[in-house]
C-alpha cells in the first residue's frame, strides 16, 4: 500500500524518506500481526552481558529521565547499535501495550525489521528524530510517539540509541529535548569511562561559565598534543569532526604549548584558562592529567600561582617533546630540590611516590 498524497504533505522529508526505504525492502505497512526478529534466553543474556558497561551507565540517567516523564507514562529504552533492545524501564500499564508491539528487550526495532520507527531511523540517519503516531510506517504503531537520540562514543561511532515511547495522544515537544539532554550526558559517561586511556583531559565552552555543565565539551588528548577523543559538542566548538581524530593536535586549532597544557593539567586542575583559537573566537578550557590529580590547590581569580607552590616547567630541547618527557623533566627536577628524599619531591607536586617513581623508571629506561 503506497501513501497517499495527503498523508506526504504531512510528514517530514526524513519521515518521507525512510518510508521509501521500507517500501523499496518490501515491507507492508498493513501487516497488523506481531513480527518476529526477536532474541531471548541465552542469547539475550550473552547480548545484554556484551553490553553490560554501556547499560549501567545509561540506566541511572534513565531512571532519572523516567522520573521526569513519569506522569505522562510511558517507557524509556536503550537500543544497542543493532537496534536491538537491551533495557528498559517504564509504566507497568504502558509497558504491557508496548510489548504487543514488541517494544521490549530482545527485539529489532532496525527499519528493516519494524519500518519507519524513532529507533532505526535515528540509527539510519545518524541523528535524533521524533516519530508521532501515523508517521511510522506499520499500523499497530500508530499509537505511539517515539523519540530517539543517537549516542556516539568518544570516537564517533555509534554506541547505542535512547528512546522514550509514550501514547501518541500525549506527546509534547519537550520529550524530545528531554531525552536529547540524557543522550548527551551518557556521551559524556563513555568519554570518562575512557579518560584514564588519554594524557589529558579538557573540558571546553565558549563561557567559563559553561564549564561543568551539559553544554561543555570534552575532549582526550595524546602525550604529544593530538585530540584522540572527543564528543560531539567538543567536534562543534572546535570545529574539525570525528575523521580528523588521532591526526589534529590542539596546538593547531588554539594558541597553546604543549609546555602549558601539562601546567594547566598539573596545576590548574579546578580552574580554567581562556584561550584564542586561530579562526578568531576564544574558548574557555578546563585541563586535567589522567590518573595523576593534582591536590595543589589554585585560585583562578590569581593572575600567577605563588613561585613557592609550584614547579616551574621546563623548556625542553630533547627530540622527544612530548607531555610524557616534560612530565619526566619536571618530576626529576622535584626530585632534586627535595635533595633526593622522594616523599618530599612526590607530596611538593600533589602526587603520590608510586606515580613519582614511574616517572623515574621511564627516565632511567631511555
Known amino acids: 500500500m503506497e501513501p497517499t498524497k495527503s498523508s506526504l504533505e504531512l510528514i517530514s522529508p ?10 523499496r525492502l518490501g515491507l507492508d505497512p498493513g501487516q497488523r500481526s506481531a513480527f518476529g526478529n526477536i532474541i531471548g534466553g541465552s542469547f539475550l543474556e550473552s547480548r545484554i552481558e556484551q553490553r553490560a558497561e554501556l547499560i549501567g551507565l545509561a540506566a541511572p540517567i534513565m531512571n532519572y529521565f523516567y522520573s521526569l516523564v513519569k506522569g505522562v507514562g510511558g517507557v524509556v529504552v536503550l537500543a544497542d547499535r ?74 564517533g561511532n555509534v554506541a547505542g540509541v535512547l528512546n522514550v515511547s509514550t501514547d501518541s495522544r500525549k506527546y509534547h515537544p519537550y ?27 579538557a573540558s571546553i565552552h565558549p563561557s567559563p561559565g559553561g564549564l561543568g555543565s551539559i553544554s561543555e565539551g570534552v575532549l582526550g588528548l595524546s602525550e604529544d598534543g593530538k585530540i584522540v577523543a572527543a564528543n560531539l559538542t567538543a567536534l562543534k566548538y572546535l570545529g574539525i569532526s570525528h575523521l580528523e581524530l588521532g591526526s589534529e593536535k590542539l596546538q593547531q586549532i588554539v594558541d597553546i604549548k604543549l609546555e602549558d597544557i601539562l601546567r594547566y593539567g598539573r596545576f590548574r586542575p579546578e580552574g580554567y584558562c581562556t584561550l584564542r583559537m586561530y579562526r ?20 583562578p581569580k590569581r593572575e600567577a600561582p605563588l613561585a613557592e607552590q609550584f614547579v616551574q616547567v621546563p623548556s625542553i630541547k630533547k627530540a622527544e617533546h612530548t607531555l610524557k618527557a616534560i612530565s619526566r623533566e619536571i ?14 619531591a612526590a607530596r ?5 611516590r608510586n606515580t613519582l617513581y614511574k616517572y623515574m623508571r621511564q627516565e632511567s629506561s631511555k
Not at 117 to 131: K, R, S, Y
Not at 282 to 299: N, P, V, Y
Not at 348 to 352: R, T, V
Open 331 to 344: 618530576a626529576l627536577d622535584a626530585l632534586e630540590a627535595a635533595k633526593g628524599n622522594i616523599t618530599k
Open 14 to 23: 526524513r519521515v518521507y524518506q525512510s518510508w521509501s526505504r521500507c517500501l
Open 348 to 352: 611538593s607536586l600533589g602526587i603520590s
Open 175 to 201: 520529550i524530545s529535548s528531554l531525552i536529547s539532554v540524557a543522550a548527551h550526558s551518557l556521551e559524556k559517561q563513555l568519554f570518562f569511562s575512557r579518560a584514564a586511556s588519554y594524557f589529558v583531559t
Open 82 to 155: 543493532q537496534g536491538v533492545i537491551i533495557h528498559s524501564i517504564g509504566d507497568a500499564e504502558f509497558m504491557s501495550k508496548a510489548e504487543r508491539v514488541l517494544l521490549k528487550p530482545g527485539a529489532s526495532w532496525a527499519e528493516r525489521h519494524r519500518g519507519t520507527n524513532a529507533i532505526g531511523t535515528a540509527l539510519e540517519d545518524g541523528v535524533p528524530i521524533a516519530i508521532n503516531g501515523h508517521e511510522h510506517f506499520m499500523r499497530p504503531n500508530f499509537f505511539l510517539s517515539c523519540s530517539a537520540v543517537p549516542v556516539f562514543d568518544s570516537i
Open 280 to 299: 578568531g573566537k576564544e574558548m574557555a578550557f578546563q585541563f586535567a592529567l589522567t590518573g595523576d590529580k593534582s591536590t595543589i590547590f589554585f585560585d
